[in-house]
């Protein structure tokens, strides 16, 4: 399938890559307050998951918190952050619908995973082990990877059903938020390419994988 790119053979070249996947979309939990707007996010804590992301919560008007994420149910419950940002999975495996009570449908990030192997190991096998290594590798096991993320996050959506109020950003105030995200976009990838990394190059590469995965699935 076109998914099989090799997109990564260069800057995993010490290793044999597996597969790549990513997790569900990552949105906002809180308490005490509904976020709906981008005022709403003004001055608020907010446990981010990664630096980037906590660009963007700057960007956004709220205060980024970095700290691991089993720690966020002891700091929402002292009230020492505002709210966290999780997928529906981890927002079970957390336990962070007992201490949240307002969820924002964003779908603010999602994390890339990389499987991969010890190069050497992998070459020194027979072919007909190769092959069993192949056979479940590339875009069918990323396939499966993620699906396991979406089941995971349809248990954890159900969990938190009743336990909160879920709200969702729509019209010119959508518009408002896709900008910001967009203007933290720009400034990482700049970030990168002015240290030498093909970071744009890299994002418009895998926006184009993504488009025709996506086309193969549904043809």
């Not at 996947?21 to 981008?38: F, M």
């Not at 981010?48 to 960007?59: D, H, N, S, W």
């Not at 079970?92 to 007992?98: N, S």
């Not at 933290?184 to 418009?204: C, H, R, S």
Request: hydrophobic share 40%; net charge negative; charged share 25%.
């Amino acid at each position: 399938m076109l998914c099989d790119s090799g997109a990564l053979e260069a800057e995993y070249g010490e290793t044999h890559v597996l597969f790549v996947h990513t997790h569900g979309p990552g949105h906002l939990h809180s308490t005490g307050r509904a976020v709906t707007t981008l005022a709403d996010l003004k001055g608020l804590k907010i446990r981010r998951p990664t630096a980037v992301i906590g660009k963007l919560l700057e960007e956004l008007g709220a205060e980024p918190v970095g700290m691991p994420a089993p720690r966020i149910y002891e700091a929402m419950q002292r009230g020492t952050i505002d709210g966290c940002m999780l997928l529906w999975e981890a927002v079970k495996g957390f336990r962070a619908y007992e201490v949240s009570d307002h969820h924002t449908e964003f779908g603010f990030y999602a994390l890339a995973f990389v499987m991969t192997m010890n190069k050497a190991r992998y070459e020194a096998l027979p072919a007909d082990l190769r092959q069993v290594i192949d056979d479940n590798s590339g875009i069918k096991r990323a396939i499966r990877a993620g699906q396991g993320y979406d089941q995971g996050d349809m248990v954890g959506l159900e969990a938190t059903r009743g336990t909160g109020d879920f709200h969702q950003i729509a019209g010119s105030e959508l518009a408002e938020w896709e900008a910001a995200a967009a203007r933290t976009t720009a400034a990482y990838l700049k970030k990168l390419d002015d240290q030498g990394l093909p970071g744009t190059e890299t994002y418009v590469k895998i926006k184009a994988y993504v488009a025709e995965c996506r086309a193969e699935l549904n043809g």
